[in-house]
């Protein structure tokens, strides 16, 4: 990937996510959401991560946030109403965003000489990304957190449905 | 280089210009499959010097330019925007799909070989599962753009059933996965050309059929058709969420919809059904179980490769549009039902019905 | 080439987008995709960070954070429901029950 596709891309991400937390209906955010992560999808293709790219599409853009917008849809939300007294909030709130920023850019600011790894630049293995490669780590090295995530998705299924049931009886 | 790009551009237009067209003919097959079904005189009205055959010309051209030429109306306090881009959305992504079809082996011109697929992916069903599921989007665009409570109601439905069937759609895939052993559907199509005791093609109908029934029936949930059109049911919703629009943006819902049904059709047939592979078609030509050979040419392989992707393709497409005039519409708790409490259980069963099987025979 | 500390920046300006949508915004399901947002600002970090190393460790750790908000999303938006139908509402501000 070079600079003359990273800029444009990345520069569409920005802006779509500051779509997300500026625009007041909020079946709009959601969809500059969707637009944000198909783009950062695009974007993982680029690292070469072809199965988390082809994952961020199903779970994230496919199935996440239609939920987002059908619940939306469902409860019939309409934009809001701006509130005056809040913009205090949101220059603090910014303010505190920039020194984040600020401080969390610090390390990495330069090159790329201080971090650990081969770069950016050197040869990609064939198997890189595949869903062969992610397969076999993630039944080896991290089989005990796969095995615990399924019993989150169960609790978060029972949870979901215990919460969302109309009161029977 | 430049060859490349040339290669890949002539099988990006060989691609549009069938699926284009068919999905165009689709429309006409429907309205004179639905008479035949229904027992009546049918589509007969656009027809050239007497021959009702010659309707599907009309269809492919009056059509789209009746179509074209009708007023656009974009309702009061719609979300203009939206309302414009919502059918680009919905027809997008199912284009597109199109790109890791393998639609032939590979055709050799000179000492160059080209892959008949677009985009040979390491992913590639899991692409079709992700753009199928950005399907979604339009259906619900559409609904919420149209400032319309039918419309509204089309799309809110629309969503909730196309995440219901994904998921039995999702299993049926990965059954699929389990049995190649492979994500890239050309490595399907080619492990399917080989045979079974010695004479019945490898198809994989014959290794999971239940993950066939599973498939077609969600890939039918997902293009929104009859039995599972409650999304744009019109006797309850007027057309659900395109009911307010006109001209070509109807149009362009109106070839969603048969474009899906083509990429249902050569999923299916890719997956289940040999893709390209003819049985007892060979790189070198025809050998049969019994013995005889015919020697063929590498460009007449190919295309009979070409024609029999088509000619499944065709089959499956009437395959959809006969049950769709032929099984009445769902109620929408039948359809949840169907999904949650039917396929989906089936889907996880077979799932580990085959890795106990594939067990059995890896350490057999 | 992009240097790997691009793709950084790009994910702490996304990660500080997130945040502060959370903080501004008063609508319960608008501050939710803010949390998205900021999961998927570490999981661009993470991606970037397994090419740079070469490591397959980054894409997977991908996966569990899919699979988390994937679970996180199916609770929060039960919430969300149930909160709507007792109070009609989904603003912060106005849900105050537990709040001195």
């Known amino acids: 990937m070079t600079l003359l596709t990273f800029l444009p891309l990345s520069a569409l991400i920005v802006i779509f996510a500051l779509g997300v937390i500026l625009n007041r209906h909020p079946i709009r955010s959601a969809l500059c959401l969707a637009v944000t992560l198909f783009l950062l999808a695009v974007m993982f293709v680029f690292l070469d991560a072809h199965l988390v790219a082809a994952l961020q599409i199903i779970v994230y853009a496919g199935a996440i946030l239609v939920l987002f917008l059908f619940v939306i849809m469902l409860l019939n939300l309409e934009a809001d109403i701006p509130q005056r007294r809040r913009r205090n909030l949101t220059i603090a709130a910014t303010a505190a965003g920039l020194v984040f920023a600020g401080v969390a850019l610090r390390p990495f600011l330069g090159s790329d000489a201080g971090l650990p790894g081969v770069g950016m630049s050197g040869p990609v293995p064939d198997t890189f990304g595949t869903a062969a490669a992610i397969g076999q780590r993630l039944f080896t090295h991290f089989v005990l957190p796969f095995e615990v995530t399924s019993v989150l998705l169960l609790v978060a299924v029972l949870g979901a449905v215990v919460l969302a049931k109309k009161k029977i009886g | 280089m430049l060859i490349e790009i040339v290669i890949i551009l002539v099988k990006i237009l060989a691609v549009l210009g069938m699926v284009m067209p068919l999905a165009g003919a689709l429309g006409w ?61 919905n027809l997008f992504p199912v284009l597109v799909a199109f790109a890791v079809l393998p639609f032939g082996d590979v055709l050799l011109v000179g000492d160059r070989e080209i892959n008949l697929q677009i985009a040979p992916l390491g992913i590639g069903v899991m692409y079709v599962l992700a753009m199928m599921s950005l399907g979604v989007y339009g259906v619900v665009l559409g609904g919420w753009a149209s400032n319309n409570r039918w419309s509204l109601l089309g799309g809110i439905r629309g969503s909730a059933q196309m995440i219901s069937y994904e998921l039995p759609m999702g299993l049926a895939i990965i059954a699929m996965i389990l049995t190649y052993g492979t994500l890239d559907l050309q490595e399907m199509a080619r492990a399917q050309g080989e045979l079974i005791w010695g004479w019945l093609p490898a198809w994989g109908i014959f290794y999971q059929p239940v993950a066939f029934l599973i498939l077609l029936v969600a890939g039918i949930a997902e293009s929104k058709r009859i039995p599972f059109d409650l999304p744009e049911s019109e006797s309850e919703l007027i057309s659900g969420y395109f009911t307010e629009y006109s001209g070509i943006k109807h149009l362009m819902f109106f070839m969603t919809d048969f474009v899906e049904v083509i990429i249902v059709s050569g999923l299916v047939s890719t997956l289940f059904f040999g893709g390209w592979q003819v049985p007892y078609l060979y790189s070198s030509g025809f050998e049969f179980p019994w013995g005889a050979s015919i020697a063929l040419p590498n460009i007449a392989i190919v295309l009979l490769q070409i024609v029999s992707f088509t000619l499944k393709i065709v089959f499956f497409c009437w395959f959809q549009i006969m049950i769709r005039w032929t099984i009445p519409r769902f109620r929408y708790d039948q359809l949840m039902h169907l999904g949650w409490l039917g396929l989906l259980p089936i889907g996880f069963v077979n799932i580990v019905a085959t890795a106990v099987a594939i067990l059995a025979t890896q350490s057999a | 080439m992009v240097p790997a500390t691009y793709y950084i920046a790009l994910s702490v300006l996304l990660f500080v987008i997130g945040a502060i949508g959370f903080l501004i915004r008063r609508n319960l399901i608008v501050m939710f995709m803010s949390i998205e947002l900021m999961l998927n600002a570490a999981n661009l970090a993470f991606v970037a960070f397994a090419r740079h190393q070469l490591s397959m460790d980054g894409q997977v750790i991908v996966f569990f954070v899919m699979t988390v908000a994937a679970a996180e999303v199916a609770v929060g938006l039960a919430i969300l429901i149930a909160l709507f139908r007792h109070r009609e509402t989904l603003n912060a501000d106005e849900v105050r029950m537990l709040r001195w």
């Not at chain 2, 079904?37 to 059509?63: E, P, Q």
């Not at chain 2, 974009?74 to 881009?85: E, Q």
């Open chain 2, 29 to 89: 097959i429907e309205r004179k499959g639905s008479a035949l079904i229904h027992d009546r005189i049918g589509a007969n009205r656009a027809s050239i010097y007497g021959f009702a055959g010659a309707g599907l010309v009309n269809t492919l051209v009056a059509d789209p330019l009746k179509f074209a030429t009708k007023e656009d109306v974009i309702p009061r306090g719609a979300d203009r925007l939206l309302h414009t881009i919502a059918p680009c959305i």
